[in-house]
């Protein structure tokens, strides 16, 4: 009734979204965001680290263990206690005898922690046990 008048044509045709050009965005976007990122692994905790004078960066072949402001213990985004601490650097100094150990402590944790921390590294058998800091 109405296609009679030219109100409503009869071929109509339906509208489309070309995805094309939003998937060209897409990759763009990801592109982006994984060039950005920071892929610095240390211990898998958030620990805000000292800063120091006499700050120097350490090789690739370093074991890092967290200490947070609670006292927890870290190793490769995991809570740990000391005596699983002992046996994991045991293990690591067993696979590559000259790794060093890098205690990355908040510098609000206890001191008392970070020192028993190094003592149970020591006594695994790890030659190289230091303190992580910020370069001033």
Do not use: W
């Not at 094309?20 to 994984?34: A, E, H, Q, T």
């Not at 120091?52 to 809570?79: L, N, P």
Request: net charge negative; with cysteine; glycine share 8%.
């Amino acid at each position: 009734m109405f296609e009679d008048y030219g109100l409503v044509q009869a071929n109509q045709e339906s509208g489309e979204i070309n995805m094309g050009p939003l998937i060209d965005m897409v990759f763009i976007l990801l592109i982006f965001f994984v060039i950005t990122t920071n892929f610095n692994r240390q211990t898998g905790v958030d620990v805000s680290k000292p800063k120091a004078q006499s700050a120097i960066s350490q090789g690739q072949k370093t074991m890092m263990i967290g200490v947070t402001r609670e006292g927890t213990i870290h190793v490769y985004g995991r809570q740990v206690s000391l005596e699983r601490l002992e046996t994991l650097v045991k293990q690591e100094i067993g696979k590559r005898p000259d790794m060093s150990v890098v205690i990355i402590a908040d510098e609000n944790a206890a001191i008392g922690k970070a020192v028993q921390v190094m003592d149970k590294c020591a006594l695994a058998g790890a030659a190289k046990v230091s303190l992580a800091a910020d370069k001033e």
